[in-house]
């Protein structure tokens, strides 16, 4: 079965400090990926998606994220974080399964914390 | 522009009752998506639909009923609620099947005593 792991379950960085979080996929086809973030008491919200093309995704907010397809890996980076990016981060992956193409499977989130 | 709203937003329930949860979006997407939030384990599909009368089992089904005879309401209904179902469930729903973005409400935190 599809799968998708994030391996930084909880991160703490300081205000302008640089951001990757890791995202891995299991699926060996045709995907399409995406970052959510989850602000605290909010619903998600898209951050970025790879479809096709530049592997290299400029999202929201300063967010970025490359797809590298030999390491099945889909990271999230941003060069300085703000107090205001704590927030939990879903990675999703969208398989053609079930006959139905746009069912996302999620990673297990991780938690970022800013500290001021 | 209301956009995918769902009601209500916190409930309190007992083992063994019915509830249901609402899930509402203006904007006429075909697809529509129930998922529950848990810790350790990200969001999980429950069910989908690519229509009015068009539903299907996701990952987690068991102990859930949905149903949509209206392209905008998408209700999801625990049976005889379990503990094991104390969970935050987000509705969410895209344009088309095909790979797209998904649009989420704001979630229904539920506890099951």
């Known amino acids: 079965a599809q799968s998708v792991s994030q391996h930084n379950h909880h991160v703490i960085l300081s205000e302008a400090a640089s951001l990757e979080l890791g995202c891995n996929y299991s699926y060996g086809g045709t995907v399409n990926l995406f970052w959510y973030v989850q602000y605290p008491g909010q619903h998600l919200q898209l951050l970025l998606k790879y479809f096709s093309g530049d592997p290299l995704v400029k999202g929201i907010k300063g967010f970025e994220a490359e797809f590298i397809k030999s390491k099945f890996s889909f990271n999230l980076r941003k060069p300085s974080v703000q107090w205001s990016d704590t927030a939990e981060y879903f990675c999703a992956v969208n398989t053609p399964y079930g006959g139905a193409t746009n069912k996302l499977i999620f990673g297990t989130g991780t938690l970022l914390a800013v500290q001021p | 522009d209301a956009g995918i709203t769902q009601s209500p937003r916190y409930k309190i329930t007992e083992t063994g009752r019915q509830v249901t949860l609402m899930c509402h979006q203006t904007?006429?997407?075909?697809?529509m998506f129930w998922y529950r939030q848990d810790l350790g384990h990200g969001l999980r599909l429950i069910y989908y639909?690519?229509?009015?009368?068009?539903?299907d089992k996701g990952e987690v089904p068991d102990g859930y009923v949905v149903s949509r005879s209206k392209t905008e309401n998408f209700p999801l209904t625990l049976e005889s609620a379990t503990r094991s179902q104390t969970s935050v469930y987000f509705c969410?729903?895209?344009?088309?099947?095909?790979?797209?973005?998904?649009?989420f409400g704001p979630g229904t935190r539920l506890t099951v005593l």
């Open positions: 969410a729903s895209s344009r088309t099947g095909a790979p797209d973005e998904q649009f």
């Open positions: 639909s690519a229509a009015a009368d068009i539903t």
């Open positions: 904007w006429s997407h075909s697809y």
